[in-house]
């Protein structure tokens, strides 16, 4: 988990606010809550943090930060391209509400609570999204191209895919965030049905595919 260097109280702070903003609200939670949670003073919690908007932003930056972690390295994947089946490879990069930390996952969801609470009154929490949404477009393009280029996938419209694939992504977040959790299994099916879109090339056709 990558927790930005902080450890101790600080750790703590953090992590406690996470529960609590994604259970009762950002503007619903006082600081003294958040340091009676973890059985400090609110002087401690004003000496990491002059004020509680400053812990929201560094859970926003731990959000974007332990996403992406989850994903392998990219060369690492495009290494693979033209060694393995096409799904096999995209198999490889796994959502991070499945992360097989439950710590990590759980930490995870609890900040898009957060995110989908506050979206429509706090423009970083919009712009928290939309970094997602652009990075992970941009991590899964070259996968992509470099199928294509290798000609064992069929040519298709990158971004009306990702598209699709995308939005899949935003509805398995609204099911965490919501009271219907998606199971691994469910959210595996609705995954093979996207990569479906991708066509594969006849092995007896093409010998870069393995």
Do not use: C
Not at 101 to 106: F, P, V
Not at 134 to 147: Q, T
Not at 186 to 207: A, D, F, P, T
Request: no cysteine; net charge negative.
């Amino acid at each position: 988990m990558v927790t930005l260097g902080m450890t101790g109280t600080k750790w703590e702070i953090v992590r406690s606010s996470i529960e609590l903003f994604a259970k009762d609200g950002y503007d619903n939670v006082s600081i003294k809550q958040v340091a009676a949670k973890i059985g400090v003073s609110a002087a401690a919690i004003y000496y990491f943090f002059p004020n509680k908007d400053d812990i929201l932003v560094l859970i926003y930056k731990l959000y974007i930060e332990n996403y992406f972690a989850l994903f392998p390295k990219l060369e690492d994947i495009l290494e693979l391209v033209g060694k393995m089946h096409p799904y096999e490879i995209l198999r490889k990069i796994k959502f991070h509400l499945f992360s097989d930390n439950k710590e990590e996952s759980e930490m995870l969801v609890q900040i898009l609570q957060i995110l989908m609470k506050e979206k429509d009154h706090d423009s970083r929490a919009n712009d928290v999204i939309v970094s997602l949404y652009n990075g992970v477009s941009e991590y899964y393009e070259p996968i992509i191209r470099k199928m294509i280029e290798m000609n064992v996938i069929e040519p298709l419209n990158i971004e009306a895919w990702y598209s699709v694939f995308a939005h899949y992504y935003l509805i398995s977040d609204i099911r965490s965030y919501g009271k219907i959790p998606m199971t691994y299994g469910q959210w595996s099916e609705g995954q093979e049905l996207i990569y479906s879109l991708i066509h594969v090339k006849n092995k007896n056709e093409n010998s870069n595919i393995a």
